[in-house]
Each structure stands twice: as C-alpha cells, then as structure tokens.
C-alpha cells in the first residue's frame, strides 16, 4: 500500500511539475508576443503621426496657396473694373460736353455707333463681362493647381 502511494506522488508531482513548466514556458512566450506587439503596435502610432502631420502640412500649404490666387485675382479684377469705370465716365464726360443740357438723342448712324442712351447699358456689360472672365481665370488658376498638386502626392 505504501508503495503504490509513493508511486502515485511520485506521478503527481512529476505531473504537477510537467504542468508548471507548461504553463510558465506559455506565459513566457505570451509575454514575449506582447511585448512585440506593443513595439509594433508604437512603430504603426509614430508612422501614423508622421504621416498626419506631413498631410496637415500639405493642407495647410495648399490654402495659403488657393488664398494668394484668390486675393491676386481679386486684386486684378479690381484692377480692371477701375479701368473700366474710369474709361466708360470719359466717354460719358466726352458725350455729354462741356455741361450743356443733352439733346434728345439721335438714332445712331451706323451699325457700330453707340447710342448715346447706350452708354451705361454698356458699362454695365463690361463690368460683367470683366466680372465673368475674372471668375473664370480664378477658377483655372485653382483648379490647375490642384490637378498639379494631386498629382504630385500620388
């Protein structure tokens, strides 16, 4: 009886140690997993980070850029709407004379002439036609340079 129990602990303990071993050589490879996951997993943040804040750059970049071409279209278009403000009031000074009363306007004598009720009809097509042809250049000059800059980031 005595020597079947001894056999018995003998099993129990070499059984128990086989147990312990696995346990611990599995908690040691877990270990070890976790810890290169938690490098990998820190590699991916700073990359991700990076890549953000490269991004953010471009972004902030390409609305400096788009600002610029809106303030130097709408500078030019101002420009030009002087111009025409200016040259549509000389012709009007120029129509009008030396401040003498209009007469009442003739019909004009060809094809080319404007009438002289006509003049701020006129202005007002210049202005927005100016206002038109300033519009589309802003928009050739940002959409230009989009296409330009996205196909650099590809």
């Not at 701020?120 to 800059?149: F, R």
């Amino acid at each position: 009886m005595q020597k079947g129990f001894i056999f018995n602990s003998l099993y129990i303990a070499l059984g128990s140690l086989a147990v312990i071993s696995l346990v611990s050589g599995y908690a040691y490879i877990q270990t070890k997993r976790l810890e290169a996951c938690k490098s990998e997993f820190q590699v991916f943040k700073s990359e991700v980070e990076r890549l953000g804040k490269e991004a953010q750059e471009k972004v902030n970049k390409e609305i400096e850029r788009q600002k610029k071409v809106t303030k130097d279209v709408s500078t030019d278009y101002e420009t030009r709407l002087n111009l025409l403000r200016d040259t549509y009031a000389r012709l009007r000074d120029q129509r009008s004379g030396s401040g003498s009363m209009s007469s009442i306007p003739n019909a004009p004598r060809s094809v080319d002439e404007i009438p002289a009720n006509g003049l701020p009809l006129a202005a007002q097509c210049a202005e927005t036609t100016q206002q038109l042809v300033s519009l589309q250049e802003w928009v050739k000059a940002q959409s230009s340079n989009l296409a330009t800059s996205s196909a650099v980031s590809r």
